[in-house]
């Protein structure tokens, strides 16, 4: 009986450690798949232009957390024009990048860029311009012959130009361009050593600011309407073997977007957290001033879409000007798949 009763508790407390064995086993399993579904993927992300307001949204996305809720892990750096982040793109050094739509339609129609695709809109309207101060005695783009202007080689307002020079009835050979880097062109103009620089217009309060002169604005949008401004590209192998991680990355950056557009003031001070060179007032001002070309007539209250019929337009625009060499359909430089819904 003795005998019995000790095999049944042998056997009881072997039950008992293989219970909690088993417990344990399965609870580091658990956390193990925990640890690996919590991973964050890193990107690294570039800005447009440098680091000024109209680009704050992505620094908005990390430091409130969107990103990392999307399972991201983002270094930002700052972009140098539509050229640079479509090669850094192409080229591996980057992921993600919001470059002009129409650089990059022009880039691609020309020959001159391939392999990255454009997945959401940041504005619906393009924001490109000249900005000159008073006292250059420019307010109309005929002015602007005879004038000095300044500009990152890759920039898509230098790009454009012949462009928006043949529409506007400018003599573009009249106009001398010279090169100069993003964080530098604000002080070339306010120095007078050129008459107008290539812009963004909501860039004007930072013109105001660096320069003390009022800005004299000369907007793409004037000649040429159906441009869309910045848009978010990747790679076209990204795009293709990464579909989910697109949606989601594209997802997280607009909640950014959206999120500064409704608190300017606080994008704005986060920018500064981040970027110490930052004028917050200034900063806050181009988001209020970029408002407008994020959410147009062209695309109600979404944020984001894209619209084939549009870059049809686009691109029938710079074909009649002469801008493209090869034809080019809007399902070659935007996946749409992937785009945001109207």
């Known amino acids: 009986m003795r005998r019995l009763t000790r095999t049944v508790a042998a056997a009881a407390l072997a039950a008992a450690l293989a219970l909690v064995s088993g417990c344990s086993s399965d609870s580091d399993k658990a956390e193990d798949a925990k640890g690996t579904s919590g991973a964050l993927e890193k990107v690294t992300y570039l800005t447009s232009f440098g680091n000024f307001g109209r680009d704050s949204y992505a620094w908005v996305a990390k430091e409130k957390g969107f990103f990392k809720e999307a399972g991201f892990d983002v270094e930002i750096k700052p972009g140098q024009g539509t050229n640079g982040v479509i090669g850094a793109i192409t080229g591996g050094q980057a992921e993600f990048g919001p470059i002009d739509l129409t650089g990059g339609i022009l880039q691609m129609g020309n020959g001159e860029a391939k392999d990255f695709v454009a997945v959401a809109a940041i504005q619906q309207r393009t924001m490109a311009a000249i900005v000159s101060v008073e006292g250059k005695n420019i307010a109309t783009p005929k002015d602007l012959e005879g004038k000095k202007l300044a500009d990152t080689p890759g920039s898509v307002v230098r790009n454009l130009f012949p462009t928006y020079a ?18 530098d062109l ?50 076209a192998k990204i795009a293709k073997e990464k579909p989910e991680m697109v949606k989601k990355f594209t997802t997280a950056l607009l909640k950014g977007l959206e999120y500064s557009l409704a608190n300017p003031q606080e994008a704005a001070d986060i920018l500064k957290k981040n970027v110490p060179a930052t004028n917050p007032a200034a900063a806050a001002a181009e988001l209020e001033l970029m408002a407008a070309y994020v959410r147009s007539s062209n695309s109600g209250t979404a944020i984001g879409t894209l619209d084939s019929g549009r870059v049809a337009k686009s691109i029938a625009l710079l074909q009649g000007a002469g801008a493209l060499k090869n034809d ?12 945001p819904k109207a």
């Open 328 to 339: 080019l359909t809007p399902e070659q430089i935007i996946d749409f798949n992937l785009a």
């Open 186 to 235: 604000m002080g070339m103009l306010g120095s007078g050593s050129v008459d107008g620089i290539g812009q963004f217009v909501v860039g004007q309060p930072t013109v105001q600011a660096v320069t003390k002169k009022t800005p004299v604005m000369l907007p793409y949008s004037n000649v040429m309407q159906d441009l869309y401004g910045n848009a978010l590209i990747t790679s």
């Open 166 to 183: 043949r529409l506007a009835g400018v003599d573009g050979s009249k106009v001398t361009w010279v090169n100069g880097q993003a964080q």
